[in-house]
């Protein structure tokens, strides 16, 4: 069964420290991992977007990592905002059969950034 | 340009009653999505689109129609409302799948609970 797992569930980090999320994945196909922020009461927006001969990606202060052999994914948020509070979701993607893709959404880490 | 608009934002249903979500993109997107958002969930994929008057299932289908006559417009329909359909529902667009950095985008949900 294709499955996405995150870790932590939840985070509270202060304002400028860094942090790492994690995320595993057991999709196949696979053809791309993604990270999206949710922020309250909105829809998710693209972070980075990874295939698999990609090892790392960057998006300003958030850095993506890949390791398609052990299937595990890392988001790594740089000098922390209080606007990086919001939900990180990590997603892989397989291709549908009658085309586009097939996402499969991990559950999210709620990241709270405090003064 | 507006992106992806979703309406009504909120919406509360008696138990049999039907209603229309609405979705519409600006973006001259091929591909439309609906998903839905249960709490401590991944988003799931109800139906797609590839194109104007094609539509596909996804994967909780059951108790939703979707209808795809234009390429900006991507209505889902609830037919007879239950309680198991409360849940947050995102509509997404996207150019096309063949690229590798082909990116979703989301409206900004619509809120439903069904009493």
């Known amino acids: 069964k294709n499955q996405v797992e995150q870790s932590p569930q939840s985070l509270i980090i202060l304002e400028g420290k860094n942090c790492t999320l994690q995320c595993n994945y057991t999709v196949s196909p696979f053809s791309n991992l993604r990270w999206y922020k949710q922020d309250t009461g909105r829809g998710p927006v693209s972070l980075t977007i990874?295939?698999?001969?990609?090892n790392t990606k960057s998006n300003g202060r958030y850095t993506a990592t890949l390791d398609a052999d052990t299937k595990q994914s890392s988001l790594h948020i740089t000098a922390s905002q209080l606007s990086d509070s919001a939900s990180y979701i990590c997603v892989v993607s397989g291709p549908l059969t009658g085309g586009g893709n097939k996402l499969t959404f991990g559950t999210g880490t709620q990241l709270k950034v405090e003064l | 340009n507006a992106g992806v608009t979703q309406t009504p934002k909120f919406r509360i249903l008696k138990i049999g009653q039907s209603m229309t979500l609405q979705c519409a993109q600006d973006m001259n997107h091929n591909y439309m999505y609906w998903y839905r958002q249960d709490p401590g969930m991944g988003l799931k994929l109800i139906y797609y689109?590839?194109?104007?008057?094609?539509?596909d299932k996804g994967e909780v289908p059951n108790g939703y129609n979707v209808s795809r006559s234009t390429t900006e417009d991507f209505p889902l329909r609830l037919e007879l409302a239950a309680p198991s359909q409360t849940s947050v529902y995102f509509c997404?667009?996207?150019?096309?799948?063949?690229?590798?950095?082909?990116?979703?985008?989301f409206g900004s949900g619509t809120q439903l609970s069904v009493l």
């Open positions: 990874m295939t698999f001969s990609e």
């Open positions: 997404a667009s996207s150019y096309n799948w063949k690229g590798q950095d082909e990116k979703l985008f």
């Open positions: 689109s590839v194109g104007a008057g094609i539509t």
